[in-house]
């Protein structure tokens, strides 16, 4: 593999495990599984990692076919994407709770829910429409088959964070507290803020040649 495959594949895993974001699904994690034995937390976790991986690994495989059935050119996904990233950014930096990842009604009725793994832990929580668009936009901008490879073991090895991340919550959650976790979660957004703006000066770019 190239520098230049290496330095793609990087940037990429870097760009999905901050929008995935398994440490910002702990406390959600600890909240919808609070009446399981650590055998279910821990099928639970396993559960919803491969969920995850393989939600991804659909989106990457076949992105380029849904947006050619739809009709949509990939700079314009590009911007309507970079968007919706930024305004998940935005809110990891405020804080506050993103609606675009998961709403507190989602999160209310996984409560309640006897199995949670893939609704609403793996989607929409960690497998989300940032994620997924994600995923898409990289496999398109991919370089050859190595690049394309090296987006697919990404997928596997954010699915395994996901599940060490998950595995270990509850500790990880009383270890880090709601600060802990706040603050990791704005240093992603800070990358993410930035991920989301290079997919739309990409985009633009793409729609408007004129202003490059």
């Known amino acids: 593999m190239s520098p230049d495959h290496l330095t793609d594949a990087l940037r990429a895993l870097v760009a999905l495990l901050a929008i995935v974001n398994p440490v910002g699904a702990v406390p959600i994690f600890v909240a919808v599984t609070g009446d399981q034995t650590a055998g279910d937390r821990l099928r639970t976790s ?30 314009a996904f590009r911007v309507g994407g970079g968007l919706l990233i ?11 709770p993103n609606r675009a990842r998961n709403t507190p009604e989602e999160t209310q009725e996984g409560v309640a829910k006897d199995d949670v ?20 936009i990289t496999a398109q901008n991919a370089r050859g088959w190595l690049g394309y490879l090296a987006l697919l073991l990404n997928i596997l090895i954010v699915a395994g964070v996901v599940y060490a991340t998950l595995r ?9 507290g709601e600060t802990g976790i706040r603050i990791a ?28």
């Open 46 to 75: 396993r559960t919803t990692a491969i969920a995850v991986g393989v939600t991804l690994l659909a989106a990457a495989l076949a992105g380029q076919y849904i947006l050619q059935l739809f009709g949509i050119d990939l700079d």
């Open 117 to 136: 793994a893939v609704v609403p832990l793996a989607i929409p929580l960690l497998a989300g429409p940032g994620s997924i668009s994600t995923v898409i």
């Open 185 to 212: 979660t704005r240093v992603l957004g800070l990358l993410l803020a930035a991920i989301a703006v290079q997919f739309m000066a990409l985009g633009i770019r793409g729609l408007l040649p004129g202003l490059a």
């Open 168 to 176: 270990v919550a509850v500790p990880l959650s009383a270890k880090l």
């Open 86 to 96: 930024l305004l998940m950014a935005i809110h990891m930096l405020q804080g506050s």
